[in-house]
C-alpha cells in the first residue's frame, strides 16, 4: 500500500534526522507489543482497548535502575502514572512526574522518596526511542500521531506532519492536535510538547495550549532546512531542558494555563 505523500516528503526524512542525532526508532508494530496491544484481535481498535500509553517495560526497568528504594509491581508503577486526570491539571501532575517532584512510599524505609522518571544530571542513562503511527482509542474516539518521541517508554512530544503542498499546511497540523485534546485527552497527558511541521515551517507549542499567540516558529540560521530544525529541536538535552526548566503553568482566576518560554 502507498503511503501518504506527506510520508514521502516529510516524515522519512524526520525519521532519518532523528536517528542521526541517537534517536532509536521503534516500527509501529513492535511500539504496539511494548504498549500491550492485543495482536490477536482483529480490529485495530479491539488492539488497542486495554493498551498502555507506554513502553511498559522500559519504563518499569528505568525507575528500578533510577529507584533503588522502588519495589513495587510493574503494575503498582502503571497504576500511579494511569492516575491523573485527562485535563491540564493531569498534564501538570505528570509533568511534576517527569521531573521528579512526585514521591512514592517505601515500606522498607517507612518514608516517601521522589520518584526519578528521567536522569537529567546523566542524560546518557535514558533510553530515547522515536516510533510513528501512534494509536490510542479510549472507547469511544481513535487517533493516531504522526511521530511520538519517548523517553524511557514515556510519549513527551508529538511531531504532526503535513505536504507543503497543502494550503494552509501548518494550521491543518495544530486543529489535528486540538482535536487530540478535544477526543482522546488520555493520550495528551504525558506528552507535554506538540509541534507541526510541512517540511518549510516548523511550529512549536506546549500540550494544553493551542492558542496562537502561544504556539512558536522554531527558527534556525537556514531558512527552510528540516535537517537543522529537526537536529536543534529534538536534541535530546534540548529536551531535557524543555520539560525541566523551560515548561511552566501558571493559576489566574481559578484558571491554569501553560506555557513554554520563547527561543531568543
Known sequence: MVRPTEYSSVQS?????????????????????????????VSPREQAKNASRFFTDTIFNKVIQFN????????????????????IFGNRDFHRYLQGQRTFFSNEENREFNLILINYEHPDENIYEV?????????????REDFVF????????????????????????????RRYHRE??????????????????????????????NIF???????????????SFCDQQHLLDLIKKFILFAEQNEELNKYILRQH
Open 150 to 177: 519517548l523517553i524511557n517508554g514515556i510519549p513527551v512530544i508529538v511531531i504532526e506532519c503535513k505536504n507543503a503542498t497543502k494550503d494552509e499546511a501548518l494550521a491543518i497540523g495544530i486543529d489535528q492536535i
Open 131 to 143: 516510533t510513528e503511527e501512534y494509536y490510542l482509542f479510549n472507547g469511544q474516539y481513535a487517533n
Open 13 to 41: 526524512r524526520i525519521l532519518h534526522y532523528a536517528q542521526e542525532i541517537g534517536w532509536i526508532y521503534i516500527p509501529p508494530f513492535e511500539a504496539e507489543k511494548r504498549r500491550g496491544f492485543d495482536i490477536k484481535a
Open 217 to 231: 516558529n522554531w527558527k534556525c540560521e537556514e531558512i527552510g532546512r528540516l535537517e537543522e530544525k529537526i537536529k
Open 184 to 213: 482522546t485527552p488520555e493520550m495528551m497527558v504525558p506528552q507535554q510538547i506538540f509541534t507541526t511541521t510541512e517540511s518549510i515551517g516548523f511550529s512549536y507549542g506546549v500540550t494544553w495550549n493551542t492558542i496562537r499567540r
Open 68 to 87: 533503588p528504594n522502588y519495589k513495587d509491581k510493574k503494575e503498582d508503577l502503571l497504576r500511579l502514572l494511569d492516575s491523573p486526570l485527562s485535563t
